[in-house]
């Protein structure tokens, strides 16, 4: 089988292509193995490794590009979020990337109620800059933090509110387009007038009108009896939209043609008003067809906004995998549920609506399967449940891998119930087990993603039988292949099944008019590559394989299968909320999101001969895509499929630099716990050396530090110098009372205030603290960059020291959360074999976690009363959650914001390296930096991290963070403040210029303790 790349790029000169775009576009020209990796596939199946990518800088710019394109006859494939799962933003072309600068919100008619966009700008980002005027758009797929309104048009997306407010062809007005041969224009509804107008210019445009009329003309009957009527058809060329009744709209005939006929430029949508009141009723059902078979009665007594379904399945899935279980707990008794919601422009009207429905079905709201809510947060934790159906159903807990490819059916209401028993029936024939069935019940489309067998031949060829035979089945049941997501290459070459032959000629030649040398997007829709080509695995797939030092117990232990759990869902790729993806949120580029580096690693495996990505673990395209990935673990948590870049980034770094000199930052903070400790000798000495004009900016240079970044302070007392100091002997490890409060090296030789105010909060609550005196480290500096044969042997000898505690099953109490997360996540995962480290990931506690759930009855910790604005450390959100943290300020009656403003940017050793400042700041500026800045000045600012803290201090905000433990501390005292005060952090001066000048006369002579001391503190790991 001749290759999609073969057959449209054997003739480009893509060098000259290349340089051409670069001299002649306002635009990044991107042709690089690492570029072209990172674009290799979107949320599907498929796999086509691109010419190049471009991303103007303007609408302009992209219309240039084109132009170039064209003249070179390069084939071409516009994007935006890239979330499409029929393949279709994915080519062997060259890839027009519209959402890093073409995104601007050009013009709002509040009055008309309409706007005009850029193709790049996102869903949720256009509704928030219309908030003002209380307007909206009103399709909302699930992907809405991230979709840009260009991939909503081009694949004519709906979401749940679809059920009020229809498909996005329904919503658009006009388009602004461009040919592949260089016509641009504005097209919309095209009256008599306006057409003779059209005729009477001639040219290009008159050309395409007159072709339109005569296919229309040529298939008039086909056109009215050969699309389903229902409300979600989106396969194939919207030609029922050129129909005269229909007002010979060729705006909306484009919509849904996946940029396979032109390239939008702008666009000019209609808008909703914001319904000011809503409300949710769930009902439930023993099982999901009986839900379906419900639904048309349920319409028949209302006009919901929106009629959503889930099945049992799913939320077994969520239950087993653990999330959104509070969604859960939301839904009554039940297997499967209907989500009802309705709006309105009162509360009255709202709950009425929903009440008149139950009356309807004989239901009452105190039913055990009914629940109502007109609280809009619960109403929302309700619809988290439906929102997360990819991400839940993508990776289930019992090891199978579930695919998209026929994952948005649809049907009339009417039949659906008929068509999942047939459906469940088909599934069953091929041995598919257990698909989940969710979706747009209230319009009749089903979700789903099956366990397709697409590594072996057979599993392919099932996979193609199975398609074959849905189609016919959906078609039977008068439906639609596609009811949400598009054509594209997974039903491209099933559209005869479902229109016929006649009408598929009729979409060849509506593709014949607007792109007659099929440049634009070839091999989707309109003479379609085969479903089952271009796969991204498929038998022929054979990805590398090498030992690695994380087990990936959760993976069946397969770096390989681990990077898999990307799904190209792009949740990495949203704007605010959550922490995943601080690089991207800051760059805006997918080769720094976790999509991205997931897809470099993916190629870097090799599984494929024309793999973007060549030399394995040495990829430097790899390298400079994980260079600004920040290890925050946010993707750990916020990833729907659990992708954990941190880990995979550690992994890669081992392998890359094995054998070979490192960044020079790797080993001045890859091994700060060493130089901390010999600081020790003379803090003092050692901050004037830190800070000592030209010695500190050599010795930054030297240490691969960036010279904007201050060195932080070493404290004059180290937190276990002060406790030897108090001497107060040990407890017995086997005390009930007896906890372990673990000295990490932030909170040891930085801010001992921080430990030394746990210790007093532990014992007002009655525990004996242990703490250990001999050198103990999480090996956290040197997971995070890699060191990881070295991590490993810190963590042997510091499970040597802790063993009487963990044989005796003693807590062991965290006070900074990355260190608390390596034990609990990063050291089961390293040695996955070592009970002991079982025994210590299952004894650690946070600080909070300990106090909330563990402390004696009737200890209250002691009263605050004072405002707070938190920043929760990422890895705290990732691994051990916040919850404990919010009971325990709760209890100490602190009112407290606890911010979601994502990460604060530094991000342990990355905000110090060289070339990663601008970018550390860059994502602080983001949220964090500014939400400190907007804090009233008498609130406390409590940062449990010392990464945030520290960020906190040094990104010009005039203010000072806390930790929890200090600020209860205070309390503990009675001696709190007005204003956030500086005697509490304990925390060092910087030294005199006196003092720095003397120190240059020791610098020698302290570099070369360094290194004596280093070589002993190994020898004692």
Request: hydrophobic content about 40%; aromatic content about 6%; overall charge negative.
């Amino acid at each position: 089988m001749t290759s999609s790349r073969a057959r449209h790029t054997s003739a480009v000169d893509v060098a000259g292509l290349a340089a051409t775009l670069r001299a002649g576009t306002d635009a990044e020209v991107r042709f690089d193995p690492g570029s072209r990796g990172a674009y290799s596939t979107d949320g599907s199946n498929y796999r086509q490794v691109p010419i190049g990518v471009v991303i103007p800088r303007t609408v302009e710019a992209g219309a240039h590009v084109v132009e170039v394109c064209a003249r070179f006859g390069a084939p071409l494939v516009s994007r935006g979020g890239g979330t499409s799962l029929a393949g279709q933003t994915t080519n062997a072309a060259v890839v027009i990337d519209w959402s890093k600068y073409c995104h601007a919100l050009l013009d709002v008619d509040p009055e008309a109620r309409t706007c005009v966009v850029e193709p790049g700008i996102v869903l949720d980002v256009l509704n928030r800059r219309l908030s003002d005027h209380a307007l909206q758009f009103g399709p909302k797929p699930s992907t809405h933090s991230h979709c840009t309104l260009g991939g909503m048009i081009g694949n004519n997306s709906c979401g749940g509110s679809a059920q009020a407010y229809g498909k996005t062809v329904d919503n658009v007005r006009r388009l602004e387009v461009l040919t592949y041969d260089g016509l641009r224009m504005w097209v919309g509804p095209t009256s008599r007038a306006e057409r003779a107008r059209i005729d009477a210019e001639g040219g290009r445009r008159a050309e395409i009108y007159d072709g339109l009329e005569r296919l229309v003309t040529e298939y008039l009957a086909d056109i009215r009896r050969g699309f389903p009527k229902i409300p979600r058809r989106v396969s194939g060329y919207n030609l029922d939209s050129l129909l005269p009744e229909n007002g010979f709209d060729v705006a909306k005939a484009l919509v849904g043609s996946e940029g396979t006929l032109v390239t939008v430029l702008r666009a000019e949508l209609d808008l909703v008003p914001v319904p000011p009141f809503e409300s949710l009723l769930v009902l439930g059902y023993d099982d999901i067809c009986r839900a379906a078979d419900d639904v048309p009665r349920l319409l028949q007594h209302c006009a919901p906004t929106q009629l959503e379904a889930l099945d049992g399945r799913m939320a077994q899935l969520m239950r087993e995998e653990r999330a959104y279980l509070d969604s859960l707990d939301a839904l009554p008794e039940a297997d499967s549920w209907l989500l009802v919601q309705f709006s309105g422009d009162s509360q009255e009207d709202v709950d009425e609506q929903a009440h008149a429905l139950l009356d309807a079905l004989g239901r009452k709201e105190r039913d055990s399967s009914v629940a109502f809510s007109d609280n809009p947060a619960r109403e929302q934790e309700m619809l988290r449940a439906r929102e997360a159906g990819l991400g839940v159903t993508a990776r289930p807990p019992d090891d199978r891998e579930t695919w998209e490819g026929w994952e948005d059916s649809a049907v009339s209401p009417d039949r659906l119930g008929d068509y999942l028993r047939d459906l469940k029936g088909l599934f069953e024939e091929f041995d598919y087990d257990h698909p989940s069935l969710y979706g747009h019940f209230g319009q009749g489309c089903v979700h789903t993603r099956i366990p397709f067998g697409l590594k072996t031949a057979q599993g392919v060829a099932d996979f193609r039988r199975f398609l074959e035979r849905a189609a016919d089945l959906v078609a039977a049941h008068g439906g639609s292949l596609s009811g949400e997501h598009g054509d594209g290459q997974a039903r491209g070459e099933l559209l005869t099944r479902m229109f016929g032959e006649r009408l598929v000629t009729a979409f060849g030649g509506l593709k014949a008019l607007f792109d007659p040398g099929n440049r634009m997007n070839p091999g989707k829709v309109v003479d379609p590559n085969p479903v089952d080509g271009q796969l991204r695995l498929g038998p022929a797939w054979r990805p590398t394989t090498s030992d690695t030092h994380f087990g990936y117990p959760e993976d069946e232990h397969s770096f390989t299968r681990a990077v898999l759990r990307c799904v190209g869902i792009g949740n990495c790729r949203t704007h605010q909320g959550g922490v995943m993806c601080p690089s991207y949120r800051a760059t805006k580029e997918e080769e720094h999101s976790t999509r991205g580096r997931a897809r470099l690693l993916f190629e870097m495996l090799d599984g494929h001969p024309d793999s973007a990505v060549g030399d394995g673990w040495r990829s430097t395209e790899v390298r400079d895509a994980l260079d600004l990935c920040l290890a925050c673990k946010g993707c750990k948590s916020d990833c729907p499929t659990g992708v954990d870049m941190a880990t995979y980034k550690a992994e890669f770094l081992a392998h890359h630099y094995a054998g070979r000199p490192r960044p020079a930052a790797h080993y001045s903070m890859g091994w700060l716990p060493v130089w901390a400790r010999m600081a020790q000798v003379a803090p003092g000495l050692f901050n004037s050396v830190l800070h000592a004009p030209g010695l500190a900016r050599v010795g930054k240079r030297l240490a691969g530090v960036d010279g904007a970044r201050s060195a932080p302070l070493f404290a004059g007392e180290s937190f276990v110098q002060w406790w030897r100091a108090r001497g107060v002997g040990q407890p017995d490890p086997a005390d009930p009372a007896t906890v372990v409060l673990w000295p990490d090296t932030f909170s040891s030789f930085f801010h001992p205030s921080v430990a030394i105010s746990a210790v007093r909060i532990l014992e007002d609550a009655g525990f004996r603290v242990a703490v250990p005196e001999a050198p103990v480290c999480c090996g956290l500096t040197w997971i995070s960059t890699g060191q990881l044969t070295v991590a490993k042997r810190v963590l042997h000898h510091t499970l040597g020291v802790l063993r009487p505690y963990l044989e005796a099953g003693t807590p062991i109490i965290g006070l900074e959360p990355s260190c608390t997360a390596v034990f609990r996540s990063d050291a089961p995962e390293l040695l996955p074999a070592d009970q002991d480290v079982r025994r210590l990931a299952g004894q650690v506690r946070t600080f909070a976690e300990q106090l909330v759930q563990h402390a004696p009855a009737g200890w209250q910790p002691p009263p605050l009363a004072r405002q707070a604005v938190v920043q929760t450390h990422c890895h705290q959100h990732a691994i051990m959650k916040f919850d404990a943290d919010r009971e325990l300020m709760r209890r100490a009656h602190l009112d407290a914001e606890v911010l979601d403003e994502g990460c604060c940017g530094l991000a342990g050793n990355f905000g110090f390296e060289r070339g990663h400042h601008e970018i550390s700041l860059a994502v602080g500026e983001l949220g964090v930096l500014p939400a400190v800045r907007a804090a009233a000045p008498d609130s406390l600012l409590l940062a449990d991290g010392f990464s945030c803290r520290t960020q906190i201090e040094q990104g010009g905000t005039g203010r000072r963070a806390l930790h929890l433990a200090e600020v209860l501390a205070l309390a503990l005292d009675g001696t709190l403040p007005s204003e956030e005060p500086e005697r509490l952090a304990q925390r060092p001066a910087a030294p005199s210029p006196t003092a720095r000048w003397a120190a240059t006369s020791a610098a020698a002579v302290l570099t070369a303790a360094a290194g004596l001391s280093a070589v002993r503190q190994l020898r004692r790991w």
